[in-house]
């Protein structure tokens, strides 16, 4: 590999514009197809197949009008709503329901109203109720005592006809005809009265079998009326009112373009009423800044080192063009297949912060190489390309570090994740790609000018060391190895300290309280907790599939609806339960859950669990299987698969750092001491999200208005990042001290000499990478906040702590055993060359340590030191 990058270096060197044009019509390509092909992202989370996207499909077949996504529009007014006011807002929920996409849109007002008068109809029932009742009775009463006159007069109609027929004989035939006929007649009286008085049985049983139904139905509505008590969408003090927007479902977010109409026809509202109206998360997905000033504040830092470190504006200027460059490939390209992928926001600025660090970063080591052997006295177009074959070699097998470690986002199988890794995988690729040829090309026309106004190449002295070089003065690395259990010690207290908040991690999506302070998004979330409680912003859908049809009753619905709406609100945590849908075929039904609690609080997540072990028993119950979903479910569910796959993702990743150090040292120590080092950087970088965005120490300084749960995909992607650039670092210094140890230097040694070869510019690099990442964690994107302080910790500590303090201390109490290899593994394993060591003794060239000194092996693999002559050119 090195030595076709040497070729490849000197090609660009000699061929500088055709490169760069090449990378012109890339970046030319990259820029249209963003332009042209771009779709809006989203800040929504999805998992093909998961539980809540499986109930989700069944409601969206069975009650397609339930299944839309859900926005909240809040309106308020500080002196309250007039008429006009009301009517106004009324107007603007019509507008907005004829819009195409908007399946409903709910006035706050008629629905309040309608509320409001639920409880004088329901108590106006009751009472023509209890008269209907009282009648009934009145009627049973009345109908009691006429059948009582009717069996007296059969008592005398039979007492007459018992007469009649004793004294039949001694009546005279008129007499007896006579009192026949009156006889008859009153038979025939008390007929048609007894027919009469069962005609009125039967309509007081009717009457009492419908009072008796009324009766049902109006405790079946003060039962569902107790299930919703207390919910309301018109504040109690009238200044707030809460309307609700569903929209079609298409895809995993609200259409932009209908939460863009819905804006501007609030903003018209505004105008015209002075109303002010909020809009929640799901309606604004506000992520049209990518980049801002704070990121900004972060590149000019990293600006600033490397005009320090470079002394000058074109050779500073060089790696930012590279970074540059590298994230508009990369980023461009990600924007471009938004048309066939779906992705979320956080990708691109997750890309973009990747590819500026490790675009400065990796152009900057070739850069300082480059400057070092000018000064030399090399040739310009020989030093670029041994700059490309030594260093350039360095850099890509760090980038494929990195490459690898994000690429690998695709085994946790989700894919909103594995498409992030991918996409901040592409762009590290494109960083490596430019680092190994425009870079040369560039410093090609650059020429002595990237030596900036000191140009002259004579080189200082190297100072000799003692011979002991733990009494000797040699910087940081022989002050560590003077006390090197101390400084074990401490890093690991410092670390230990760090990493102690990471024990308390709870891990969830994020929602309105995370948004800006200021924003639109933060104001319906606030507003709807205060007044309508926390849960309003955040329901659970919950879905019943029936072993069979309910009756064609809407008595025998409404049963059905509201005793499983009162099982699901005796679960812990609910606090209320509205059914909200029902199947044409009567099979499914749906009901809204509020929870006590907001969507990202520790309550709602018990109560999605408690539904869960719930379930089977309430179904049992109802001959109803349940099943549930939502936002709030989606985000429990996506963050405790998340949680789930963290370990296999870890163990992968371990796996792969030992035998990528394995390949690159040739020793056992030392990369199971480099994948300690970075378990230690993970946990404190885990540590310090922990304590600012969920304890909330250090709000004020971070803008965490309101602590909660981390970012649930936030520990992989630290776990990949980190686990990329804590190799880059352990190659840049630890080979140098492999290398000096190769070259004949006594392993304690070697360890400062190396260390000296390489920590002005890993110093530099880390700083820059810091600068970088810290300047997103006051980025627009709230989301992407915890994922820059993260990094930055994470960098910070493992450059300065674990690398260029804990590693120097552990070799030193190692000493030679830190090199120690089975020789049938060293005859195993290839020889990976990583700092283009075999190139320069190909070339005859050899730079090591600081390119003060000219190491020449000779056969027993030892090395004389050669002093070298000062150029005069």
Known sequence: MASFLHRLGRWCANHPWRTIVAWVLVVAAASTAAATLAKPLSNEFSIPGSRFEAVLTQLKAEIPEAAGAMGTVVFSSDDGFDDADRAAVGDLIEEWGQRDGVTAAIDPFSLQAQLDASDGQLTDAREELRQGRAGIETGWSELRAAQQEIDNGWTQYDGGLAALDENRAALPPEAVAEAEAQLEQAREQLEAGQAELDAGKQELEAGAAELTAGEEQVALGERLAGLSEGMRFVSEDGTVALAQVQFELEGAAVDPEIGTFLQETGEALEADTGITVDYSQSIVQDIASVVGTTEAVGIAVAAIVLLVMLGSVLAAGLPLLMALVGVGVGVGGAMALTQVVDMNSATPALALMLGLAVGIDYSLFLINRHRTQLRQGMAMTDSIAL???????????????????????????????????????????????????????????????????????????????????????????????????????????????????????????????????????????????????????????????????????????????????????????????????????????????????????????????????????????????????????????????????????????????????????????????????????????????????????????????????????????????????????????????????????????????????????????????????????????????????????????????????????????????????????????????????????????????????????????????????????
Do not use: C
């Open 387 to 873: 700059a490309t074959g030594t260093s350039g070699n360095a850099v890509v097998f760090a980038g494929m570090t990195v490459f690898i470690a994000l690429a690998a986002l695709v085994v946790t199988g989700i894919p909103f994740l594995g498409v992030m890794g991918l996409v901040a995988a592409g762009t590290v690729l494109v960083a490596v790609l430019l680092a190994i040829t425009l870079t040369p090309a560039l410093l090609s026309l650059l020429g002595t000018r990237v030596l900036g106004r000191r140009r002259g190449t004579a080189r200082r002295q190297v100072p000799e060391y003692a011979e002991d070089p733990v009494r000797g003065r040699g910087g940081w690395a022989a002050w560590v190895q003077r006390r090197p259990w101390a400084v074990i010690v401490g890093v690991l207290v410092i670390v230990g300290t760090m990493a102690f908040p990471a024990l308390d991690i709870r891990l969830g999506l994020p929602d309105g309280s995370s948004e800006p302070a200021d924003s639109t998004a933060y104001a319906t979330f606030d507003l709807t907790r205060e007044h309508f409680g926390a849960g309003a912003n955040g329901p659970i859908v919950a879905v019943a599939t029936m072993d069979a049809p309910i009756e064609d009753s809407e008595s025998a619905l409404m049963e059905a609806q509201v005793g499983l709406a009162e099982d699901l609100a005796h679960v812990p945590g609910a606090e209320s339960v509205v059914p909200f849908g029902v199947s044409e075929d009567r099979t499914t039904l749906a009901f809204q859950i509020v929870p006590e609690g907001g969507p990202a609080e520790e309550v709602t997540v018990d109560l999605v669990g408690n539904l869960d072990n719930s379930a089977d028993q309430i179904g049992e119950a109802h001959a109803a299987e349940l099943g549930f979903t939502g936002a709030t479910v989606a985000n429990i569910d996506i963050s405790q698969q998340l949680a789930d796959v963290l370990p296999l993702y870890l163990v992968v990743v371990v796996g792969l750092s030992l035998v990528l150090l394995l390949l690159v040292f040739r020793s056992i120590l030392v990369p199971l001491l480099a994948t300690g080092g970075f378990l230690l950087s993970i946990a404190a970088s885990f540590g310090a999200v922990v304590a600012v965005y969920q304890w909330g120490v250090a709000d004020w300084l971070f803008g965490v208005h309101e602590p909660g749960p981390i970012l649930s995909f936030l520990p992989i992607l630290l776990i990949g990042v980190l686990f990329g650039l804590a190799m880059d670092y352990q190659v840049f210094l630890v080979t140098a001290m492999r290398e000096a140890h190769v070259h004949g230097e006594e392993a304690r040694r070697a360890i400062v000499s190396g260390f000296n070869h390489s920590a002005q510019v890993v110093t530099a690099a880390a700083i820059i990478m810091i600068s970088v990442f810290g300047g997103f964690v006051f980025a627009h994107l709230a989301m992407v906040r915890p994922i820059g302080l993260g990094l930055a910790m994470g960098v910070l500590v493992d450059a300065f702590l674990v690398r260029m303090t804990l590693t120097p201390a552990v070799l030193s109490l190692l000493g030679e055993k830190a090199w120690w290899l089975p020789r049938w593994l060293d005859r195993t394993l290839p020889d990976m060359d990583v700092e283009g060591s075999q190139l320069e003794r190909s070339l005859g060239v050899d730079t090591y340590p600081d390119g003060d000194v000219d190491v020449v092996p000779d056969a027993a693999g030892a090395g004389h030191d050669h002093q070298l002559e000062p150029s005069r050119d």
